[in-house]
């Protein structure tokens, strides 16, 4: 299994908001270090990921949304008393809402959350955090079994025309298209992360060629909060091709992977081409970013279940913020798969 990696450490936002404080970043740079530790370790090929430009991610994001993102710092700094910080002060909201030509106005309107801060290397990062995904997709297109793309900043909170919750650019949905792009017939996306991929579901929610099935912590108490609740199923072309998978706060190994097993299963009737797997390590137990309690057999569980599948299937990482643990839960999950 090859393993594509990024060139992500400049992009380092210092805080955000949790509970109320300004708290340091949780989605930060040793959170690759420690993936990669256990990458190399596990005797897996690394390769840096390839320019694709901007064409493949424009398959899935909002013109003016790229457009924002790639000028936004540049167009702060040109703001006299600027920090080399943007975050959005005003967000646009669910009621009639216009897009303003201000910058801060414009960063209301783009960035959904206190937790997707724009700083000078975020762009850069972002794009090759998008590109290390359609390079893990050629590859299991060019034949592989299996390929990891070590993404950061994740990106199954990126909507369209929205970033949230540490993402810019939708990896796992740039990765899948990219995918359906190459030929084969429809997709699934797996997504295991912790957080319901809000991001995700939004792209592909009225769409029949891609299945995207979320086992994630119960958004009536956790992030993203306004999507990930089980009667979001699709519409219009869509229906029938969104599963969410809601836990209840301190479900274990055995309820996690009950519920992975279960989405394994809807996507296997489907009759895919291809799997995608948003992989996330924050349904860790004590992980700061959550409430659920999965251990590292849990994860080893899921690596044994998606490999029973027996897809193509493209690895795109996610979140997972308890950096101690990273490196044992991706050798444990891999350890699952078959590959290490
Ligand atoms: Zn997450």
């Known amino acids: 299994m090859i393993v594509i990696t990024t060139d992500h450490a400049a992009h380092d936002p210092d805080r955000f908001t949790v509970a109320g404080d300004a708290r340091a970043y949780w989605e930060v740079p040793a959170r690759a270090d420690a993936l990669l ?19 493949p991610i424009a398959r899935v994001h909002d013109a003016g949304y790229l457009e924002f993102l ?47 801060p724009i700083v000078a290397a975020t762009w850069t990062a972002a794009i090759g955090s998008a590109h290390a995904a359609i390079d893990a997709a050629d590859r299991v297109l060019a034949g592989e079994r299996y390929a990891y793309a070590l993404c950061r900043p ?23 298209q990219r995918m359906l792009d190459g030929g084969g017939g429809p997709v699934a996306i797996l997504d295991f992360d912790v957080h319901h991929g809000n991001g995700t579901q939004q792209i592909f929610y009225e769409r029949d060629d891609v299945h995207y099935v979320s086992v994630h912590g119960d958004p009536a108490g956790l992030y993203p909060w306004f999507a990930g609740y089980a009667d979001e199923v699709g519409s219009g072309r869509g229906l029938g091709w969104n599963l969410n998978l809601p836990l209840p706060a301190g ?41 659920l309690a999965v251990d590292a057999a849990g994860f080893e569980t899921v690596g044994r279940q998606v490999a029973a599948l027996g897809l193509p299937t493209v690895l795109i990482q996610e979140g997972g913020y308890l950096v101690e643990r990273l490196g044992a839960n991706l050798t444990a999950f891999l350890t699952g798969l078959g590959v290490i």
């Open 37 to 55: 530790g256990a990458l190399r370790a596990g005797g897996l090929t690394t390769k840096p990921t390839t320019d694709h430009g901007l064409a």
């Open 70 to 116: 790639e000028t936004a710092f540049a167009r702060w700094q040109a703001v006299p008393g600027s920090r080399p910080i943007l975050r959005a002060q005003a967000y646009a909201v669910r009621h009639k809402a216009h897009r303003p030509d201000a910058l801060l106005g414009q960063a209301g309107w783009y960035l959904s959350s206190a937790s997707a």
């Open 154 to 176: 994740p990106g199954h909170h990126a909507h369209t025309d929205m970033a949230g919750g540490f993402c810019y650019l939708n990896n796992a949905a740039i990765a899948a």
């Open 251 to 291: 479900a274990e190994d055995a309820a996690f992977t009950a519920a992975v097993g279960q989405g394994l299963g809807a996507i296997a009737g489907k009759r895919p081409a291809a799997l995608l797997v948003s992989v996330g390590f924050d349904a860790q137990r004590g992980d700061p970013a959550a409430n």
